[in-house]
Structure formats: C-alpha cells, structure tokens
C-alpha cells in the first residue's frame, strides 16, 4: 500500500473532524490540521528505528575538513538524515571497523591515520551542518562509510508531498492532536486518544516482526554484507 500524500491527509482528516472540505476549511482548520500532521509524525518518528524509514547508506570522504562529498539531507532540503540523533552505527574499513562518537575527553582531535576513527555532532552555527550533520576524525581520513541512520521527509508543505507512516494512524494521531489543541471537547479528545493509542500499539507489534534470515543494502541498491542488528 502506498504511503499517503499529505493533500490526501488533509481530506481525510477534514472528513474525519466533521468539517467540509472548502475554502473555510482552507483557510481556518487547514494550518491547524497540518500542524496536527507534523506533531503526529514526529511522535511516531520518535517511538521505534522503523524499517521502511531507516536503511543503510553508503558515502565518501572527502579527506579534507572530515566531511563527505555527499550531502546527507537532498538538495531540496525536503528529504534525508537531518539529526545527529538518527545516526545509529558507522562502520569503516569495508565493514570491519567502526567509527565511535566523541567521549568526554578530546581525544579525536588527536588521533591521526586514513580512516575515520571518530565522529562529533557538528555544532549548531557550522555552516555544513544544514548538508552532512556529521563530522569525522581525522579530519583528512578517507574511503567509503556505512551509516545506519534514519531517512526522513523534512518539511511538510508540499501537497504531493509522501508522508511515510501509516495512513490510518496518520489520520487518527492527529484528528486526537486537532481535538486537543482546541479545548472545547475534552470528551472527543479522549476518546480520539484512545482509539489512536490502541490503532498504534497494533501497528508497533504488527511492525516489530523479524523476518527469517538475515541481510541488509545501500539505498543505492548495492549489496554489503552486514546487518543493522
């Protein structure tokens, strides 16, 4: 089943709220119902390392500031890894290494050789951090590195715009968050939690499932032996 766009989110969660779809609709409930989408999706990002939204990903080092010369989030600036905190694992040296985060002390800013031994955060004002997110140690290592991390959409304005969960628990999350933002029916608000809370537990146990086997591959499409577990 395909993931829904978010212009057919917006429909159906109009219907869903008792509104008709229109003009007022448009211009009164529609910045709330799609605040309601947003707020929605970030609480399920949060809860679980989704299959169908994390993979492994393959880029190169650029040997020169500890970057690569990939960007991470796509040129648009609607699409990619975005946090620090999506990052899970990245492994080095053709899959038998790996490159560890930054402890307390400051020992990656010493350490010296080809291949990427740490990896920091980059800060909050680095210019850099809009693109790759992540910077390596030493700064002039280089190679191919495997990172496990989430892929995300990163702006939710286009109406043709995916939004990669699942429509029925898009739709119930925020007809509960709309409900809940106004007030004015703390009945319909609860209820609307309720049926929501119960449609998500089924999807997280229904999610969870481990396959027999085992095996894992690049967004480009080419294999690598390692698995994500």
Known sequence: MAYPKLKELRTDITIRLGLVPGTSVQTYAEPQIDAAIFDTFEFL??????????????????????????DWVD???????????DVA???????????????????YNFVTGSEPLYRTPMMWD??????????FYPLDAVGTIAVFAGHRPTEFSDPDGIIPFDRN?????????VFS???????????????????????????????IGHG?????????LISPN
């Open 45 to 70: 990002w949060g809860k679980a390392k989704w299959k169908h939204l994390w993979t492994w990903h393959k880029f190169t080092l650029n040997g020169v500031d500890g970057t690569t010369t990939e």
């Open 75 to 85: 040129i648009t600036q609607t699409h990619g890894i975005t946090r620090w905190e």
């Open 89 to 107: 694992e990245v492994r080095i040296n053709n899959a038998r290494g790996r490159s560890v985060p930054w402890a307390v002390a400051d020992e």
């Open 126 to 135: 680095d210019p850099k951090l809009a693109t790759k997110v992540v910077r």
């Open 169 to 177: 628990l898009m739709i119930l999350g925020s007809v509960w968050k």
């Open 181 to 211: 933002g106004d007030g004015l029916n703390a009945n319909a608000a609860g209820g609307a939690q309720a049926v929501f809370d119960s449609a998500f537990t089924d999807y997280l146990s229904n999610t969870a499932a481990t396959e």
């Open 216 to 224: 894992a591959g690049y967004r480009d499409g080419s294999t690598v």
